[in-house]
């Protein structure tokens, strides 16, 4: 027993060294993404930190080169803020929801909108189902934090993304002139979740996603960041899709893919796509 707590005792003390270019090279990592990874964090990585951005790169499903979701990524956060530790200063005071405690929200949402879609296109059975632009981190100005948390003034001011959204559209529009992506939507009032159930309402699918564990739950789902898209595609598209967002300098994020009907939010169901749809939307 006094041997394991030693070796547990070294692999800490390791884990907490200060990388050297041969570990670095050992774990795989191009200096590219080396040096963005000091960049956002602001010094010398330790071995912990990188191997919790390599974990956090593979759970995203490697979707596209390390160095291009770290500079992706790079724009989520303020220097010396990367790693998520599970603390929110700025919602703090309210706790973060559990994935079951987001099936009555959901609905609550979604059927209260009744959201208009603005585009004639929906999401097929098996299609891949992408977010384009950065993960959403704020929801105090949302439809969920006023419905579900009565929230009447949001204290955070937005930043102008005009040009991002006019960049985004641009590039998503030649993807769908070009049959790469079958469907595009902005993402808007409801957030992430209300975009995805818009894109099943016409053809009755559901959405089998995971969210981003780095980010809040509710954030992920609920927050009404601007510039934002979701997309659908078909699998045989997926190689090109990726390598023309990562020309082009584009973040995106894999959520899943579009299902027979049933919605499920990381592997737990939440029932029917009928149930969050509008008697006027079905």
């Known amino acids: 027993m006094h041997d394991v707590i030693v070796d547990m005792s070294e692999e800490k003390c390791h884990m907490d060294e200060l990388l050297t270019s041969e570990i670095v090279e050992a ?8 040096e963005e990874v000091q960049c956002i964090i602001g010094r ?10 390599l974990a956090m790169w593979d759970a995203n499903g490697r979707q596209q080169s390390l160095y291009g ?17 599970g603390t929110d200063e700025c919602h703090k005071d309210i706790r973060e929801p559990r994935v079951k405690d987001c099936i009555t929200m959901a609905r ?3 059927i209260s909108l009744g959201l208009q879609s603005l585009s004639e296109t929906s999401f097929s059975r098996g299609e891949n189902l992408y977010m384009v632009g950065n993960v959403s981190t704020q929801f105090l100005d949302s439809e969920y934090a006023r419905r579900c948390l009565h929230i009447i003034a949001d204290p955070v001011k937005m930043a102008t993304v005009d040009e991002d959204i006019a960049y985004h559209e641009l590039i998503l529009g030649s993807l769908f002139d070009a049959g790469v992506i079958t469907s ?3 993402i808007g009032r409801g957030g992430l979740f209300a975009s995805l159930v818009d894109g099943c309402r016409r053809s009755k699918v559901g959405f089998d996603i995971l969210t981003c ?3 809040r739950l509710d954030a992920f789902l609920f927050g009404e960041d601007p510039g934002r898209f979701v997309v659908s595609l ?13 020309e082009a300098r584009v973040n995106c994020c894999f959520l899943g893919h579009a299902t027979k009907g049933r919605v499920l939010v990381d592997d737990m169901d939440f029932g029917d796509i009928s149930l969050f749809l509008s008697i006027t939307n079905q």
């Open 184 to 186: 595009r939507r902005p």
């Open 44 to 53: 010398m990585p330790t071995v912990q930190e990188l191997s919790t951005l």
């Open 108 to 110: 609550e949402l979604s």
């Open 213 to 215: 564990r780095e980010i």
């Open 234 to 246: 078909s699998e045989s598209q997926d190689d090109l899709f990726l390598l023309k967002l990562c």
């Open 27 to 34: 774990m795989g990592v191009s200096q590219p993404a080396f």
């Open 69 to 85: 979701w770290l500079r992706g990524q790079h724009h989520l956060v303020e220097k010396n803020e990367y790693l998520y530790t």
